[in-house]
């Protein structure tokens, strides 16, 4: 979501450095090649096999995952978990 990108691209300016990307192979990709702590922001209707990428970030213990959902709703908070 555009939206959410920018603002948190604005909230997060001269805090932390960020990049973009929308591919979700070119980012593990990244991940695997950089290896400082990283927080990850999905956009789960973004992704195809959300389920399979979680699995793969998982495997990467320097990830840590936000998860995003376009109609949030209170059990989504509830039975958050790191894959």
């Known amino acids: 979501m555009h939206s959410i990108k920018k ?7 001269n805090v932390y450095n ?10 593990v990709k990244h991940l695997i090649m950089d290896v400082q702590d990283t927080i990850v922001m999905i956009d789960e209707q973004g992704v195809t096999d959300i389920k399979k990428l979680l699995k793969t970030l998982n495997q990467l ?7 995003f959902n376009s109609i949030p709703e209170v059990h989504h908070a ?6």
Request: net charge positive; glycine share 4%; hydrophobic share 40%.
């Open 7 to 13: 603002h948190w691209n604005d909230a997060l300016f």
């Open 61 to 67: 213990g320097h990830v840590k995952i936000i998860l």
């Open 18 to 27: 960020r990049i973009n990307i929308d591919d979700t192979n070119k980012l």
């Open 78 to 83: 509830s039975t958050c978990r790191r894959w």
